[in-house]
Structure formats: C-alpha cells, structure tokens
C-alpha cells in the first residue's frame, strides 16, 4: 500500500475499502466511542452547544423541520437547542450504549447502520441531518456522504463538522482516539457536493491550536473552553488567518498552527 497518498491528504484512507474491510473497520468502531467517551467521563456531557449554535443553528432560524435526522447523534443533545423546530426525529446510531429514551418533547426513532453505509430511507425523506464528529469514523466516506444527500429532501439542511487533519498515525495506537479514525482533507467534501444537487450556504474552518487552549483553559475555569463564546469568535479569525498553512499530517509543530476541524451548512437544491 502506497501511504504517502493517505497521508498527504490527496486520498482518504478506508475510502475505497471492499465489503470485508468494511465489515472489519465497523466491527472495531462499533462500541469505541462509547467505551473511549465512558473512561474520560463523557458520555453524559455535550460541551458543543455554543460552537453548533455559533456556526450552524443561527441559519436555521425560523425554519420548522416536519422530518430530522441525527447521523451517529447517540443521545441526540446536539439537537437540544432546535428541538422545538423539530416534528420528527431518527437518528442512525451504532451503538446500543447510547440512546436517548426522550429528547425535549420528542421520543426519537433509533435505527442501526447497514454494514455498506447504504441508509435505509427513500429519497428526499428528510428536510433536516446533520452529522457531527461522525464521518471520519467511517471508512468509506464518499458513498456516506452521497446517502445522507441522497435522503435529504430538496431545499433540506445538512451540517457536518469534522476534523480535516490526520489526528497522527492511524496505523499505530493514539492516546484518546479510536483505532481507526482519521480526519478528512477538505477536498473530498467539496468533490461530493460538487457531484451531487446541493450548494454550500456556509464553510468556517475551526479549532486552531485547539487541544493546547483548550487544556490551558480547563486548567484555570474547570470547563470547557467551547462554552465561551468569546473564545469561538477567536478562534473563527485565528483559523481564517492560518487556514493557509494546513496540512493534512503535519511534520512538524510550525505545520500544526492550522484549523483542524470544518463545519459546512449546505443546502439541496429544489
């Protein structure tokens, strides 16, 4: 396998996988978040409010969605601050340790992936998905993200934040990572959008030098810096001044002074 291409972000590693390593990359992601999420004493907390609302939720004002999808929502808090623009709620979620029985004034449907990433909905069934922190959990991407498309009804929303860096050498153990996530390099997104019927509304790159202000930050306050709204309004311009100097797997620390997550609200066209 040639990994100079994985790693300088021209292709996606995983992205082209058969049904067998498909199958093996599941099995070992299934419960990982989970169990990754219950060591740190996370699994109750849902430090992103502040940072959806910032970026993604202030589009969606005044806009009542009949039909919602959560893509690896677990509990579904992400949707806490728009529950009530909300009819109906499914969210697509692996893991049985993470279900909501109620959230706000709605019961969720709960429904499990299929193996090929293929998601078990007709055409144009929903007005409103987003997918948090998922997809680069996923190993064939691409097709993921055609589906979550495919379902979404013209005119309908789709947000997704994700980390656009490596996250370091999937081939080897990282402290506090899964075995097989990795971040996606930009490019793959805009090459699905672009085949596919949707226009982007907005695009912000985020979290530069995050893990060092953030442990900086919770060292002093005892809470998470993505709760400061004037943090995020600092990082929103840090990240558009040094978004120049991505790079997929940095080599070294000069390299890491870049945002290492993106967040899209795009729209399908009518």
């Known amino acids: 396998m040639e990994w100079k291409e994985y790693f300088s972000g021209k ?10 390593q498909i199958k093996q990359w599941y099995d070992e992601e299934e419960d990982a978040y989970a169990n990754l999420a219950k060591l740190n004493g996370e699994e109750d907390e849902y430090i992103y409010h502040e940072l959806n609302k910032f970026y993604a939720f202030n589009k969606l ?4 969605f009949k039909n919602a999808l959560g893509f690896g929502s677990a509990y579904g808090h992400e949707f806490i601050p728009i529950i009530d623009q909300i009819g109906h709620l499914t969210i697509i979620e692996p893991s049985e340790k993470l279900k909501s029985e109620v959230i706000g004034h709605l019961k969720p449907l709960y429904v ?3 193996l090929s990433g293929k998601i078990p909905f007709e055409s144009n069934t929903f007005d409103l998905i987003t997918c948090f922190g998922v997809l680069h959990h996923i190993c064939n991407v691409s097709f993921v993200l055609t589906e979550l498309i495919r379902v979404l009804a013209p005119g309908g929303y789709l947000i997704i934040r994700e980390p656009i860096i490596s996250m370091g050498d999937w081939r080897f153990p990282r ?7 990795r971040g996606i390099p930009g490019h793959i997104f805009l090459e699905v959008f672009k085949a596919n019927e949707v226009e982007i509304i907005s695009k912000h790159y985020m979290l530069t030098l995050h893990y060092q202000f953030s442990t900086m930050y919770y060292r002093l306050f005892k809470r998470s810096i993505l709760k400061n709204r ?8 840090l990240s558009l001044f040094t978004r120049w100097n991505l790079h997929y797997h940095a080599q070294n620390r000069w390299q890491r002074i870049a ?4 967040m899209f609200v795009v729209r399908k066209k009518l």
């Open 11 to 20: 292709k996606l590693y995983g992205d082209d996988f058969t049904l067998k």
């Open 61 to 64: 004002k005044g806009h009542y």
């Open 112 to 114: 499990k992936p299929e």
């Open 175 to 181: 402290p506090g990572l899964t075995k097989n996530e």
């Open 230 to 237: 004037i943090y995020l309004i600092f990082d929103k311009y």
């Open 259 to 262: 945002p290492n997550n993106i």
